[in-house]
């Protein structure tokens, strides 16, 4: 009598790899649980995306090692716990929050920074972590970060959930993305005629309780300095027309 197998309920991403373990009996077991594979997956993302934006030995070696933690994340294997003999692929805890904010003078108008920001179509131009983001209607957003060399991209899709004109402008990503994620930038008069304070805070949801928490924590640093950088090339963009950049030239700092 054939036996009727019963329907794996597992996540899609993951679903072809019982099948490749029971096809090469010797693969190696995954030691690692869905929440930290995520983590590792997410860290990788952005340590390729930023090594990247470098233009140099080092950021290439960053690169190498954001493209390794993806590995790690995507096969669910760690050779550190091997040797240890170590298996945490249980799932743990839930979320925390981890917040970013940074604040710069640019010198224009409320109205114009507000204008450019609201077309969410040219953060790509300052951001140099996202390859692209394309407006869907006028509330939603698709939103494409690309990562190391050869490894892809991740996407998600996004809804603005706060719109005051010259003021404020709030996102969130919607469910499904791998990385839960809300943003705000907003738009002050400064002191005696300066310009425009622009305020920008991201706030993400890393998954994996106290290990997700301490793996965000660890990377909260890099994320910081590429939300400064990232809102400073905004300052010059809308400021001076262009983008600062030591490409090409044989020295720079």
Not at 40 to 68: D, E, I, P
Not at 98 to 115: A, C, G, H, K, P
Not at 142 to 153: D, I, M, P
Not at 240 to 248: A, L, N, Y
Request: hydrophobic share 35%; with cysteine; net charge negative.
């Amino acid at each position: 009598m054939m036996q009727q197998s019963t329907p794996m309920h597992a996540r899609p991403e993951y679903a072809n790899e019982t099948l490749q373990e029971s096809q090469y009996g010797s693969a190696p077991q995954r030691n690692m649980g869905y929440p930290e594979r995520l983590i590792s997956k997410v860290g990788g993302v952005f340590l390729g995306a930023y090594g990247l934006t470098r233009g140099s030995l080092g950021g290439l070696l960053v690169a190498g090692v954001g493209g390794l933690l993806y590995h790690r994340g995507s096969t669910g294997i760690c050779p550190v716990y091997s040797a240890l003999d170590i298996d945490r692929s249980e799932p743990s805890p839930g979320p925390e929050i981890i917040r970013i904010s940074d604040t710069v003078t640019i010198n224009r108008s409320r109205e114009d920074l507000y204008q450019f920001w609201r077309n969410f179509e040219n953060l790509p131009l300052f951001m140099r972590h996202l390859a692209e983001v394309r407006q869907t209607d006028e509330s939603h957003s698709h939103w494409r970060l690309r990562l190391a060399s050869g490894l892809g991209s991740v996407e998600w899709d996004a809804e603005l959930t706060e719109d005051r004109p010259g003021e404020q402008l709030s996102w969130r990503s919607l469910p499904g993305a791998e990385l839960h994620n809300t943003g705000t930038v907003t738009f002050r008069e400064a002191p005696v005629g300066r310009g425009t304070e622009v305020g920008l805070i991201i706030v993400y949801h890393p998954p994996g309780g106290r290990l997700g928490i301490t793996a965000a924590k660890l990377a909260n640093p890099l994320f910081a300095q590429m939300a400064r950088e990232d809102i400073r090339r905004f300052k010059s963009l809308m400021e001076v027309g262009e983008i600062p950049t030591i490409e090409g030239q044989p020295t720079g700092s």
